[in-house]
């Protein structure tokens, strides 16, 4: 069994700044990509920053120069440093996990949400 879990949501203030964590834990063989993605109220889920198993990682035009992703492999867990909040960063934030599971002797890949903690910016 797999498990992503999401914290650091809140509310703050227009140009604020919030950190969010990812971590995934339980039978895991690796963990590779990892990504945030937004999700707010009667919109379709947008992608905001993904990170690789080695550290590359890549952005969502409205975020480049604000969001910062990282990973610590040893602890499966990604974080999103956002800086420079706008209130059209009110949402849902949701991680995903790209996961490899071993299973006898083969290793499966899943893909893994989190529930995805809210982020409120007030104007």
Not at 2 to 21: A, H, N, P
Not at 80 to 109: D, F, H, R, W
């Amino acid at each position: 069994q797999v498990q992503v879990v999401e914290s650091g949501g809140g509310l703050v203030q227009t140009g604020g700044s919030l950190r969010l964590s990812c971590r995934a834990s339980g039978s895991i063989f690796s963990v590779n990509t990892m990504a945030w993605y937004q999700q707010a109220p009667g919109k379709q889920r947008e992608l905001v920053a993904t990170i690789s198993s080695s550290g590359s990682t890549n952005y969502a035009d409205s975020v480049k120069g604000r969001f910062t992703s990282s990973r610590d492999n040893a602890k499966n867990t990604m974080y999103l440093q956002m800086n420079s909040l706008k209130p059209e960063g009110t949402s849902v934030y949701l991680c995903n996990a790209e996961v490899a599971v071993a299973g006898g002797s083969a290793i499966y890949p899943y893909s893994y949400w989190g529930q995805g903690p809210q982020v409120t910016v007030s104007s």
